[in-house]
């Protein structure tokens, strides 16, 4: 938007997606993280592989990477690219499973959407999973943290997000 239009919008005001074909492809990579705040018992319950329903983290990690692939299905006016590497790990605290996922490609436009979308499908795994032992759950914190390629170059968060 640095010319003050909206890109995702027609001259008559109708959505379309922003045409990216004109952009040489390069390499491109985003990194984005969200949080499962749970209680203690259920963290204890994830780290020891003792839910129920089965490994959680396991789930979790294959839930994000299709979530990737499937971003365009799921966000109207993402383009379809070629994924090149999704990777998903997790972090535990004592009241929390922290979601990190790294997306790469070498295409015309960002994987943002797509580390975005993978973190949060994955969260959203570990919720499903976890429900029948704490329903206080909650999914929070979900942000982009870091961006590689494209016009705009290398950008990345310095601080926690406040919310």
């Known amino acids: 938007m640095a010319d003050g239009k909206l890109t995702h919008l027609d001259p008559l005001g109708r959505a379309r997606m922003v045409d990216v074909t004109p952009k040489e492809p390069t390499h491109r990579r985003a990194l984005a993280r969200c949080k499962v705040f749970m209680k203690p ?21 294959i839930a994000g990477i299709q979530a990737a692939k ?16 999704v990777y998903i790990n997790f972090t535990l605290g004592d009241t929390y499973v922290e979601v990190e996922a790294q997306v790469e490609t070498v295409d015309r436009t960002g994987v943002e959407m797509e580390a975005l979308t993978a973190a949060s499908v994955a969260a959203l795994t570990i919720y499903d999973m976890c ?33």
Do not use: F, Q
């Open 41 to 61: 018992e259920t963290t204890a319950l994830v780290a020891n592989n003792a839910v129920t329903k089965g490994d959680v983290l396991g789930a979790a990690r």
């Open 70 to 85: 499937r971003t365009p299905d799921l966000i109207p006016l993402c383009h379809p690219l070629l994924v090149g590497s």
């Open 131 to 163: 429900k029948s032992y704490d329903r206080t759950m909650v999914v929070g914190d979900l942000a982009l943290w870091e961006k590689v390629g494209g016009r705009s170059g290398h950008w990345r968060r310095e601080e926690a997000v406040e919310l």
